[in-house]
């Protein structure tokens, strides 16, 4: 049993046992950036796009759903260019807008001034701290020359750090097992821990995972909307690619790599003996930079079997549980989402901090709708392929099931009593489980004072058997599972702003009351999240700012 079964366990507990060093405040005034920054380095500006309206939601995560994946009006698979790959980074991780609503978090008092201004993206971040780092390795089918460029958020612009093409050492780095072999373009993902770590310590490891995972699926949206793939692979020789971008390891680590389909692709440049290395080494803001023995161990942890990829059908026995309850059974209508495109409901995605109203109610079919696309989410990574059938390679291959489990505390919908539902998704039903209203539960158990649950029309929680995917796949699954969390509270932001509702999602929760009002101690399934979905205040004070 590896040190992630500790950590995962120590997650669960810090509601009621704090994680060292208890004691521990956040100097803001030595904050860090909020992006790497490289001085000196020149690049390029990337392009402004236009986005077809026919991409919308329903496209990129809603599948059966009209113009979802396959159906009537949806667009066919094509390759990546220039322009696609910039209409998707700026809606993803560029800076959209600049965050003046009045509400109830914590930091509404600096949102004025400058220095401390929050810029909105359409990826959700822990904290809104965005510590994914977004490097392009291109290769000679590209645009322009091949080399290793850094995404710079602030600017959307691609910062050259390597000149020459070097796209066969990530091609070495993926493996002998194909993954990535008909490729000359790369998206690799890395977060710098202190980026995050700064404000929550010990557990910053918990939090970036879950921003992996938030960034990966707002592309697979984007993408999928648009007819592109993205496919990432977690497992790969992570060492070597955090040689390869001139980075410490432990400091930064190498979370995820993306192929991308670029039409024309040409996978031929060889890993060489003594590759090139990034020499260029961004600027730290912060005069003073910690280590914290938790994050070092839970990091090393995860990087110590990096090659060794899960065989397809790893997951099966940690996939999600049959949903519990015993009680009444609800059937909702059929998933349906406004016609709405993905880049306008992530620009329009916000956190509601404070600002539910009750007297509106949630509609069931916005609750199913919600649901739905958030059940049929997954990272879509090289761990989660099933096994071949034995009839042959491929033969009727149907997808590896999930492995996320929904619940759903009902306070306010309409057509629904209160109490707490587990989801159904193959029977597209909500199963009893606790009756009566929730909201003296959700408010006990939440720690922060930046949200009234009671007010929200429901409270959703995604759970993972995650002791049982570690044992299946080794302490790297802890990127996996908190991946996947991630993923979903990606989509349930997205399909909210869809919807039109307000939406939130929290760590600050005790997780052990959830499996204790769930009853969940025997099914393994851990609450990693709380997503909180509902009507908001009508006109609340805000001021417009947007800037793409």
Known sequence: MGYAHEYAAAIMQRGRIPMEPADFVPDWVDRPRKAKFYPGVGGFPLPETDFPAGATVAAGCLPGAAGGPGAEGAFAERPFTLDALSGMLRDSYGLTGRRLGVQSNTDLAALPHYAQANWSRGTASGGGLYPVSVYWISGPSGPGTPGVHYYAAPHHAMQRLVAGDVTGEVRAALGADGTGADHDHFLVLGIKYWQNAFKYNSFSFHAVSMDLGAVLQTWRMWARARGLTIEPALWFDEPRLSRLLGVENEEEGVFAVVPLSWEGARPTAPALPVPPAVR??????????LTFETLQRIHAATVEAATDRPAPGALEPATAAVPAGTGATVALPAPELPPVSVRTALRERRSS???????????????????????????????????????????????????????????????IEPGAYAYDPAAHELRLVVPGAPGPFLQRTYFLSNYNLEQTGAVLVPTVRTTAVLDAVGDRGYRLVNGTIGAVAQTFYTAASALGLGAGVALGFDNISYIEELGLDGTGEKPLLIMLLGNERARPADFRYEIA
């Open 280 to 289: 260029h080494a961004d600027s730290e803001r912060s005069r003073t930079v």
């Open 353 to 415: 901090f404070g600002r539910f109203d009750a007297s509106r109610p949630v509609t069931s079919g916005q609750l199913a709708a919600t649901l739905a696309a958030c059940a049929a989410t997954s990272l879509g990574s090289d761990a989660e392929r099933p096994a071949a059938p034995a009839d042959g390679p491929g033969a009727g291959r149907t997808a590896l099931p999930g492995l996320v489990t929904l619940y759903a505390f009902v306070n306010h919908v309409e057509g």
